[in-house]
């Protein structure tokens, strides 16, 4: 396998989710809750763009949708555990950090009119 190729397809890969991304955040923007937002947005950058080990070719990484997919139609739901588990691990990661940013976020405004309120002072 050509590593050329292999850094070219995941140049276009990468070209091609993030205008998915940058799609999917257009079509959630109206949603009023923030959380929820950033949320989907990061769970669907985890699907997207998590790496995983190919199964079959020692040494390459490979976006893990599409290996999963592939390697649950090829060998079925019991050899594709191991990528389900990356994942899962992923999708729990932006479940995480979309708490943190929610908590984080919620602190800077419970201390915005402070900063204000001395500002006009």
Do not use: C
């Amino acid at each position: 396998m050509n590593p050329e190729d292999v850094k070219f397809a995941w140049q276009i890969y990468l070209a091609v989710g993030g205008v998915a991304v940058l799609l999917w955040a257009l079509l959630i923007w109206k949603l009023k809750v923030t959380g929820l937002k950033v949320l989907l947005i990061l769970m669907a950058v985890a699907f997207l763009f998590t790496p995983v080990a190919h199964p079959d070719v020692e040494g390459l990484l490979v976006p893990g949708s599409v290996a999963m997919v592939m390697h649950w139609m090829s060998h079925g739901l019991k050899e594709t555990v191991p990528i389900l588990l990356v994942m899962g691990f992923a999708q729990i990661g932006a479940i995480v950090l979309s708490l943190v940013f929610v908590l984080l976020r919620h602190q800077w405004l419970k201390r915005q009119p402070e900063v204000s309120a001395t500002a006009n002072n």
